[in-house]
Structures are given as C-alpha cells and as structure tokens.
C-alpha cells in the first residue's frame, strides 16, 4: 500500500522546536521530489520546504528560512522537518508529499503522494 504516514506534531511555546517525520511505504522517497506543506485555518495550503529529486540542496519560503530544515533519510525511506524558533503564525496543519522532481519556492512543482496532515500549534 502506497502511503505517507506523518508524526511528530503537537503543542510548543513560541522559540520552542518541534521535528516532523514522514514515513513512505510501497515506494521508494529518494526517486522524488519531497515537500512540507502547511495549512493554517482560513488560509490557502502553502509549500514551506522542498528538495527535489536529484539535489539536496534545500528549498524554503521566505518566513521559514534559517527556522526549518528539511531532509530525507534514504535509509528509512523517512522525510523530515526540523522546526526552530516557532512562532505563533506558525501554527497550522502540517503535510508532508513527494511527487515529481522539482520544487519552486519552497513548494512542490508536482505532489502524487500525500501524508494525513499533523498539526503544530505554538501558543505563547
């Protein structure tokens, strides 16, 4: 069974840390692009970390850069998101996907999987 499966989320205060995991199953993250995507209520789903298939350079939205990390763990067929320094606006549903292999702005160009959603929230 083809499936994303995320952990990881929770409740933090503001400049707190939270690491999200994504594991796959029925195929293989090191063949796609991968991506962290949040959605916050009444807000649009936005990408906020990206890498694609064949770099492993990294690919932030402005609002998180030098505050999240993105990885991938071939090893564990895991992706990862490293949250630092969290703020309140911060706060939302967290996705993880994997698709295709090129990422803009901090997003993935194309997603063919996605995880359950976990959600973070930082409250001061």
């Known amino acids: 069974q083809v499936q994303l499966v995320e952990s990881g989320g929770g409740s933090v205060q503001p400049g707190g840390s939270l690491r999200l995991s994504c594991a796959a199953s029925?195929?293989?993250?090191?063949?796609?692009?991968i991506g962290w995507f949040r959605q916050a209520p009444g807000k649009e789903r936005e990408g906020v970390a990206c890498?694609?298939?064949?770099?492993?350079?990294?690919n932030y939205v402005d609002s998180v850069k030098g505050r999240f990390t993105i990885s991938r763990d071939t090893a564990k067929n895991t992706m990862y998101l490293q949250m630092d320094s969290l703020k309140p606006e911060d706060t939302a549903t967290y996705y993880c996907?994997?698709?295709?292999?090129?990422?803009?702005?901090?997003?993935?160009?194309?997603?063919?999987?996605w995880g359950q959603g976990t959600q973070v929230a930082v409250d001061p």
């Open positions: 890498i694609g298939s064949s770099t492993v350079t990294p």
């Open positions: 996907a994997a698709g295709g292999d090129y990422c803009s702005h901090g997003a993935l160009v194309r997603e063919d999987y």
């Open positions: 029925g195929f293989t993250l090191q063949y796609y692009a």
